[in-house]
């Protein structure tokens, strides 16, 4: 995250216990509601209730952001997958967005983690992208 970007993030935090399964739950509901029949989203979750202290309003926009950028990425293969992984180890939650994708530019690598940019023709291509594997 830049410095510039971090403090107003920072800020605007409302830290809640939370139940991270029934979070991940309205995650994919909203996800499938937009990309179902177009991506398959796998989800790996622990069996046992995980309860942590977080921004549920803001780790549900950041999962979204992810899994959306995930999809619209994975829709130029043949099989589009997004995968969605809760790990838990040593007093520790490791959160993992995966998609199969082409990946990153190299050139744009290093500016992923600036504050956002809009390309507004990757919504035109993403339906177009989404129709054609639909057919």
């Given at each position: 995250m830049s410095q510039a970007y971090q403090p107003t993030a920072?800020?605007?935090l409302h830290l809640k216990l939370t139940d991270l399964g029934a979070l991940v739950q309205e995650i994919v509901r909203i996800f499938t509601a937009r990309w179902k029949g177009c991506v398959t989203l796998d989800v790996i979750v622990p069996s046992n209730r995980i309860m942590v202290r977080l921004d549920?309003?803001?780790?549900?926009?950041?999962?979204?952001n992810l899994l959306n950028n995930g999809a619209?990425?994975?829709?130029e293969q043949p099989d589009p997958h997004v995968q969605l992984v809760v790990k838990t180890a040593n007093n520790a939650i490791t959160i993992c967005v995966r998609d199969n994708g082409p990946g990153i530019d190299v050139a744009l690598r290093e500016?992923?983690?600036?504050?956002?940019r809009y390309n507004y023709n990757i919504f035109r291509k993403e339906k177009q992208l989404c129709a054609h594997h639909l057919r």
């Open positions: 920072l800020r605007s549920a309003v803001q780790m549900e926009q950041t999962l979204l619209e990425a994975a829709l500016k992923i983690f600036e504050p956002l």
